[in-house]
């Protein structure tokens, strides 16, 4: 891949097996390989469903890219592929550079820590260190514009409130590549225009 490629996807593909009762996946994941090994055939649960078929497309560095489809269209799994948090079922991804992901802002957050754990919390896994984080800290804070609620557990924020936290951290990390799926969607008006 040149070095003035950030993402290269060829042929990605992601399939998904589909049940129609929840006992199928219990029979295909337990009952299925049991009969195998006694050597007696086994029927086949579930179907296919192709969230994604033979994507490909480069993105170069400094390019603004967007993807607009349906929901249910294979949006939020490409991205998620993209960001290395799915495997893809064929082809490839290929990145150059370090991914931020704003895709499911505050999932790594934990409701009993206040808004600053929390901070700390998120941007260690997102692989800042803490001298990193305490020197972001402030602008961290400022950003999201959560006034004293920083000091409180993030089980009393209102969803915008966490939104716009998890957005600041995720802001603060240093990357060269910055994915967004849906997360500007919330928030006033003010705060969309700010991100």
Not at 16 to 39: A, C, T, W
Not at 84 to 100: H, M, Q
């Amino acid at each position: 891949m040149s070095s003035d490629i950030a993402i290269s996807v060829e042929n990605l593909s992601k399939c998904y097996r589909i049940y129609d009762q929840p006992h199928e996946r219990f029979n295909e994941i337990v009952v299925s390989p049991f009969k195998k090994m006694l050597g007696i055939k086994s029927e086949e649960y579930g179907r296919e469903f192709w969230a994604l078929r033979d994507v490909s497309f480069e993105i170069k560095r400094g390019e603004t890219f967007g993807i607009i489809g349906k929901n249910g269209s294979g949006k939020s799994t490409l991205l998620q592929l993209i960001s290395g948090i799915l495997e893809p079922s064929n082809g490839t991804v290929n990145v150059n550079g370090r991914i931020a992901a704003l895709l499911e802002l505050g999932s790594g957050f934990n409701p009993e820590f206040t808004g600053m754990e929390n901070v700390y919390l998120n941007a260690g896994i997102l692989g800042n260190s803490h001298q990193d984080t305490e020197a972001r800290y402030q602008k961290i804070v400022e950003f999201a514009d959560i006034g004293d609620f920083i000091d409180q557990p993030v089980k009393t924020y209102s969803s915008g409130m966490m939104v716009r936290l998890a957005f600041a951290v995720q802001a603060s990390v240093d990357a060269s590549i910055v994915i967004i799926d849906e997360a500007l969607a919330v928030g006033d008006i003010f705060f969309r225009q700010k991100c």
